[in-house]
T-cell receptor, first 116, second 111 residues
Framework: EAGVVQSPRYKIIEKKQPVAFWCNPI?????LYWYRQNLGQGPELLIR????????DSQLPKDRFSAERLKGVDSTLKIQPAELGDSAVYLC??????????????FGPGTRLTVL | DQQVKQNSPSLSVQEGRISILNCDYT??????FLWYKKYPAEGPTFLIS?????DKNEDGRFTVFLNKSAKHLSLHIVPSQPGDSAVYFC??????????FGTGTSLTVIP
């Protein structure tokens, strides 16, 4: 079974430039998450989708961040314009409930963004 | 407000000995807890979980203990191996599909 795929793996941009990240979740996973992880910190939720609906975007800085999940599968996260403080690893994850009632969340490798 | 806390940023253990990683949480509504392991340049990978109806879950060398009254859980690795060297994140979830993560503990197993 293929895992969560993210691209690009690394991105270096100058401040005020736009940037976009792409995520392909595990097939059949209805829930998709975007997290931001700063150095020395744990992942912090930016947005959570149930199918194509964003059900929790309270931590998403909506003035510069946007996300979409077309057809409830792939998702993109965009930052426009990027600021120096946006440098971080952006993680995508997907999850599903097992028959045993366990919600297993699987992460992609992340995109390391550096804003200069 | 950090709802899941890992107060030890790092831990060093001799190979073959026990590693104990600790995690505290503040939200009594959390009912599902997980440990993730993360190597550099990779995303976190699921290691082991425990439901609030249990106080112990074991999987090979890994055991998670949950103390609900103290809002505390711990991960025991025995015996520790050099390949266990990684950053370990504790996470918690309540109703729904939202997960809250701790800040991580970097484990180094010394050969």
């Amino acid at each position: 079974e293929a895992g969560v795929v993210q691209s690009p793996r690394y991105k270096i941009i100058e401040k005020k430039q736009p940037v976009a990240f792409w995520c392909n979740p595990i097939s059949g996973h209805n829930t998709l998450y975007w997290y931001r992880q700063n150095l020395g910190q744990g992942p912090e939720l930016l947005i959570r989708y149930e199918n194509e609906e964003a059900v929790d975007d309270s931590q998403l800085p909506k003035d510069r961040f946007s996300a979409e999940r077309l057809k409830g599968v792939d998702s993109t996260l965009k930052i426009q314009p990027a600021e120096l403080g946006d440098s971080a690893v952006y993680l995508c994850a997907s999850s599903s409930w097992t028959s045993g009632g366990v919600n297993e969340q699987f992460f992609g490798p992340g995109t390391r963004l550096t804003v200069l | 407000d950090q709802q899941v806390k890992q107060n030890s940023p790092s831990l060093s253990v001799q190979e073959g000995r026990i590693s104990i990683l600790n995690c505290d949480y503040t939200n009594s509504m959390f009912d599902y807890f997980l440990w993730y392991k993360k190597y550099p340049a990779e995303g976190p990978t699921f290691l082991i979980s425990i439901s609030s109806i249990k106080d112990k879950n074991e999987d090979g060398r890994f055991t998670v203990f949950l103390n609900k009254s103290a809002k505390h859980l711990s991960l025991h690795i025995v015996p520790s191996q050099p390949g266990d060297s990684a950053v370990y994140f504790c996470a918690a979830s309540g109703t729904g599909n939202q997960f809250y993560f701790g800040t991580g503990t970097s484990l180094t197993v010394i050969p």
